[in-house]
């Protein structure tokens, strides 16, 4: 089963929280027990699962990443947007979560995040369930 989820974000670096939208396609596909990759096809975004209790976390994630690889650094690429992709390259572009009894196998602080290092955009989230 495979299903297309559309998130828009609406500033540079962004992490938004997609975990019931990866739980709604599990529970409409009727996905008991399986694996669900979660995948970005974009070279400026990311994927990742991280604390979803404390919302600042996140912003310290996306602050601590722009002082780590500051926008204007130098690079070569003529996009202007080399700082996007290191981001991506290092949060990378899937996630792997296993699935038991309908539900996702997540912690009890864990979050599914999209993550965004060149928005505001338009992107795209691919979800792919194998059962068994
Ligand atoms: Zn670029």
């Not at 739980?23 to 995948?39: C, Q, S």
């Not at 310290?60 to 390259?89: M, Q, R, W, Y």
């Amino acid at each position: 089963m495979k299903a297309e989820l559309s998130v828009k974000t609406d500033s540079r670096n962004q992490l938004v929280d997609i975990t019931s939208r990866v739980e709604e396609f599990i529970g409409d596909n009727g996905i008991e027990d399986g694996i669900v990759i979660v995948y970005t096809p974009h070279t400026t975004a990311g994927i990742t699962i991280n604390e979803d209790a404390d919302p600042s976390v996140r912003s310290d994630i996306t602050n601590f990443l722009s002082k780590l690889i500051p926008h204007e650094a130098g690079f070569s690429h003529a996009e202007g947007n080399s700082d996007s992709h290191i981001k991506s390259t290092l949060t990378g572009a899937s996630e792997t979560i296993v699935i038991e009894n309908g539900r996702l196998i997540l912690g009890r602080w864990q979050g599914i995040y999209f993550c965004e290092y060149d928005g505001p955009r338009s992107r795209r989230v691919i979800l792919k369930a194998i059962s068994g």
